[in-house]
């Protein structure tokens, strides 16, 4: 099997494709609908060494793209969570905007880490310093919008806040993990 190879991430994309990613060590899963992409990575992981480390899974949050029997670090894309207040910008505009500026600063920082050339080190301290305080800063500010009862939970802002709590973990896996 071509893909015996992996080790440190396993991304997973919705394009309906299945090859070797450039970089060493990842792949690029994805079915277009045949199988299911657990599956794949299922059938990927079984063949990987078990004396390693769990491999990084970078994937929406759907529940049917974690694999069955291994175990991963699970890393979400921010992109989905952004994509939750870009549809309810237009009843919350200045909620919508609010995130999207926010997390814009995020990916800036990380446009310049590449820029730099950071090492992955390097570029984890740097989310941790220039990314971080903005995430904790959008954290504070979606806990306010509930407690505080500004929104309904089940208002397209509620529900876009609760995307993000709900997977915040593996959404800001890019803060914890080279």
């Not at 990380?110 to 904790?136: I, Y």
């Not at 208002?155 to 709590?165: D, E, N």
Request: hydrophobic content about 40%; charged content about 20%.
């Amino acid at each position: 099997m071509l893909l015996t190879a992996c080790a440190a991430r396993v991304p997973i994309s919705s394009t309906p494709t299945l090859s070797l990613c450039p970089s060493p060590g990842l792949f690029w899963a994805s079915t277009g609908g045949l199988l299911s992409v657990s599956a794949v990575v299922t059938e990927v992981l079984r063949h990987r060494a078990a004396e390693l480390a769990p491999p990084i899974q970078m994937c929406d949050a759907l529940s049917r793209n974690v694999p069955d029997g291994f175990r991963t670090v699970l890393g979400n894309c921010l992109i989905h969570g952004r994509r939750e207040f870009l549809d309810i910008a237009g009843a919350f505009p200045a909620e919508g905007r609010q995130v999207v500026e926010q997390l814009r600063e995020v990916y800036r920082f990380d446009a310049e880490a590449k820029d730099r050339g950071l090492s992955p080190t390097e570029r984890l301290a740097h989310h941790q310093t220039k990314s971080g305080p903005v995430m904790v800063e959008l954290q504070r500010w979606m806990t306010e919008i509930i407690v505080k009862k500004r929104t309904e939970p089940n208002s397209g802002l509620g529900q876009a806040i609760k995307y993000m709590q709900n997977h915040w973990g593996p959404l800001t896996l890019f803060l914890r993990v080279p």
